[in-house]
């Protein structure tokens, strides 16, 4: 932990007392360690592996058929439908 610019100056008997009171905890693939809204009592370091952070954005119905309407404009005028290209 000494590598993490966060813990840097933190002495060695402060590092010791952060960690003992650490709990590892393995994760199942595709499950919500929080969810947002959600108070949370820990702080979360993950030591390894993949994650994903993500936020719902709630629109007006009138916002959102703008965008159906722009993603629909789009999709007609592409000549390869369900082809990515870079």
Do not use: W
């Amino acid at each position: 932990m000494l590598n993490i610019e966060e813990f840097k100056d933190m002495s060695r008997t402060a590092l010791t007392k952060l960690i003992e009171a650490f709990e590892i905890v393995n994760c199942i693939r595709n499950s919500a360690v929080c969810t947002e809204g959600e108070d949370l009592h820990y702080i979360y370091f993950i030591r390894e592996g993949e994650f994903e952070v993500s936020k719902i954005i709630k629109m007006a119905a009138s916002a959102q058929e703008e965008s159906a309407n722009q993603i629909m404009e789009l999709a007609k005028d592409d000549p390869e439908p369900g082809k990515i290209t870079q």
